[in-house]
């Protein structure tokens, strides 16, 4: 069954929503000089980012545009925008907050939900492969044992983040 990502019931803005969980720092101080994008090593690696945008974006109220875009999962948190901005906008911390209510709102990139699952079906992101088994020897390094994932499982389902994963599972 398709998943259909909804709104939050709410009457705020979308920049006064982002304000609440941006632990009232907020975006509309941004006057767009775009030093953040100038600052920025991914938006100079990758044109399907520039931090100024995102934050144009959110200040127009384009919350649908935003929340589902990918650009917001390519920030690498350097905080080079931060230290710049000369409105210090908290810039990062923006973007933390689109992830967020983009991840609760079932727009999860699917590496991130490949991530999750491999996490909690084997205890590790990224799967061993045959490769570094057969490697890990030769250079004097121990096979690497199976993770127990029984306490990580606990904590996935005392949280909600299994409960995300299964309305991911649902698309
Ligand atoms: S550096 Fe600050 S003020 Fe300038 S565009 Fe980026 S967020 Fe806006
Ligand atoms: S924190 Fe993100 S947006 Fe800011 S400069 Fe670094 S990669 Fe770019």
């Not at 920049?15 to 953040?36: D, H, V, W």
């Not at 938006?43 to 127009?60: C, M, Q, S, T, Y």
Request: charge should be positive.
């Amino acid at each position: 069954m398709k998943h259909e990502s909804k709104k939050e019931p709410s009457n705020l803005t979308f920049s006064e929503e982002l304000r609440q969980k941006m632990l009232g720092e907020t975006i509309n101080l941004c006057y767009q000089c775009g030093t953040c994008a100038s600052s920025c090593p991914v938006a100079k690696l990758d044109p399907r980012f520039n931090p100024r945008e995102v934050i144009k974006l959110a200040l127009l109220g384009e919350r649908e545009e935003v929340l589902s875009s990918e650009a917001i999962w390519l920030c690498c948190s350097c905080f080079n925008c931060d230290e710049r901005c000369p409105q210090r906008v908290a810039i990062a911390l923006a973007i933390y907050a689109l992830r967020n209510i983009a991840f609760k709102e079932g727009h999860i990139p699917k590496i991130y939900s490949e991530f999750a699952s491999a996490l909690s079906n084997d205890g590790r992101i990224v799967k061993i492969s045959k490769f570094v088994e057969k490697k890990r020897p030769t250079l004097g390094l121990p096979s690497l044992k199976p993770t127990g994932v029984e306490a990580l499982r606990k904590i996935l389902s005392t949280t909600a983040f299994e409960k995300l994963q299964q309305k991911e599972g649902e698309k």
